[in-house]
């Protein structure tokens, strides 16, 4: 069964930073393009960014390029989101997604709370 | 960015109704349009994708297609684990996009 689970989320003043895990089980993880995409209540589902499978090629969406990083490790089977400058419009509920065909995803994981206050 | 427009927002329906969503994207995206189902609380699934192709464990009465400029799912017979929000996704270019959703209520 394919798991994803993420972790990290949590209360951070404007400014701050805050790093994302998501432990990926019941699939060749190395494998698969891995995605982070966001939900608030405003502006509904907003992808985040992609990583390739090797993690050669990473892409970010314009409102969080220069501030995040996405990462992997495919020895721990773990994705990662490095979050800095962070604004109160960031928050939202953060999800881990297994890449599909093309930018589509597949599974997700249950999210993770991040909240830009302060 | 692709705009990725859905319609209705939100539904109302009974148990055994055919139910018909649509989604229409503001440039080509060719047939990678995906739809998505979340019930509150819980994170979206992936129900079709390619516009037409049925994802893996997920029921048959759920179909996805596409007839000139809008892409459409369709819930043959509603059932009560149905009640939902649907979300369109376009995955032809970066950023994808989703749709705004749409709620389908019990009436």
């Known amino acids: 069964e394919v798991q994803l689970v993420e972790s990290g989320g949590g209360l951070v003043q404007p400014g701050g930073s805050l790093r994302l895990s998501c432990a990926a089980s019941?699939?060749?993880?190395?494998?698969?393009?891995m995605h982070w995409v966001r939900q608030d209540a405003e502006r509904g589902l907003v992808w985040v960014s992609r990583?390739?499978?090797?993690?050669?090629?990473?892409i970010y969406a314009d409102f969080v390029r220069g501030r995040f990083t996405i990462s992997r490790d495919n020895a721990q089977n773990t994705l990662f989101l490095q979050m800095s400058g962070l604004r109160v419009e960031d928050t939202a509920v953060y999800y881990c997604?297994?890449?599909?065909?093309?930018?589509?995803?597949?599974?997700w994981g249950q999210g993770t709370l991040v909240t830009v206050s302060s | 960015d692709i705009q990725m427009t859905q319609s209705p927002s939100s539904l109302s329906a009974f148990v055994g109704d055919r139910v018909t969503i649509t989604c229409r994207a503001r440039?080509?995206?060719?047939?990678?349009l995906n739809w998505y189902q979340q019930k509150p609380g819980k994170a979206p699934k992936l129900l079709i994708y390619?516009?037409?192709s049925l994802y893996s464990g997920v029921p048959s009465r759920f179909t996805g297609s596409l007839s000139g400029a809008d892409f459409t799912l369709t819930i043959s017979s509603l059932q009560p684990e149905d009640f939902a929000t649907y979300y369109c996704?376009?995955?032809?270019?970066?950023?994808?996009?989703f749709g705004q959703g749409t709620k389908v209520e019990i009436k």
């Open positions: 997604a297994r890449g599909g065909s093309g930018y589509s995803v597949d599974q």
């Open positions: 019941g699939f060749t993880f190395g494998n698969y393009w």
């Open positions: 990583i390739n499978s090797d993690a050669t090629d990473t």
């Open positions: 440039q080509y995206i060719d047939t990678y």
């Open positions: 390619g516009a037409s």
């Open positions: 996704q376009q995955s032809y270019s970066a950023p994808p996009t």
